[in-house]
């Protein structure tokens, strides 16, 4: 079975710093995407980043980007310049593999707090 | 509609009472997607239909549950007989022809007692 692990039930941040949420998987395949997704509390879950396993170039979105290690499936997320808006839980996202590529397995998430 | 609609936002059901649960995708989206979210947990992929294509129930924990979808429309989830442990948030995603750009709705939490 495929599995996401977020090591980090929690983390906080003051307002202004960077924090770095972590995210290892497991999987055989080489060519795959990985996902950021944030939850704040209305409930709604929001992509925030996604990667593509092929491309060597780690992907940015404005405050936000990732470090993909392939090797060591490791996806972690780093947030820079925290805002109060970025407080909410987190989740590690992972396709499938095969033909049932359009299920997502997550992770347990991570809730970030921000500190002003 | 502009994003994924789910209803109700909340539902509060006795123990053994039937409940239906409602998702009103985006229109063109041809996927729809339910997920169960438990407390403390990530998300459950529970049932996957595209287009007029046989849905994905795979991840249905047990014949209490049970979902439709009528062409590319509106979607329900039905759970028959509730327990206790069906307690948690359901969200409904939808996206183009099973692609993964899926948009979330912002989801019903399930309290049985």
């Known amino acids: 079975a495929q599995t996401v692990t977020q090591s980090q039930p929690e983390m906080s941040v003051q307002e202004a710093e960077t924090v770095t949420l972590s995210c290892t998987y497991d999987?055989?395949?080489?060519?795959?995407?990985l996902f950021w997704y944030k939850q704040p509390p209305s409930r709604q879950m929001i992509l925030v980043i996604r990667q593509e396993a092929y491309k060597q170039q780690n992907a940015t979105e404005n405050r936000f980007s990732v470090n993909f290690q392939k090797a060591a499936k490791s996806f972690s997320l780093k947030i820079s310049d925290s805002q109060l808006g970025d407080a909410a839980m987190y989740f590690c996202?992972?396709?499938?593999?095969?033909?049932?590529?359009?299920?997502?397995?997550f992770g347990k998430g991570t809730l970030l707090t921000v500190n002003p | 509609g502009a994003g994924v609609s789910q209803s109700p936002s909340n539902k509060v059901t006795e123990k053994g009472k039937d409940v239906e649960l409602r998702c009103d995708p985006i229109s063109g989206h041809t996927a729809l997607y339910w997920y169960r979210q438990r407390l403390g947990q990530g998300l459950e992929f529970l049932i996957y239909f595209q287009g007029n294509s046989a849905p994905d129930k795979s991840g249905l924990p047990s014949d209490r549950f049970s979902a439709e979808r009528t062409g590319e429309s509106v979607s329900t989830l039905t759970i028959q007989r509730t327990q206790q442990e069906d307690s948690a948030v359901y969200l409904c995603?939808?996206?183009?022809?099973?692609?993964?750009?899926?948009?979330f709705g912002s989801g019903t939490r399930l309290t049985v007692v």
């Open positions: 995603a939808s996206s183009f022809a099973g692609g993964l750009g899926y948009t």
């Open positions: 999987t055989s395949e080489s060519d795959y995407y």
């Open positions: 996202a992972y396709p499938n593999s095969g033909g049932s590529n359009y299920k997502l397995t």
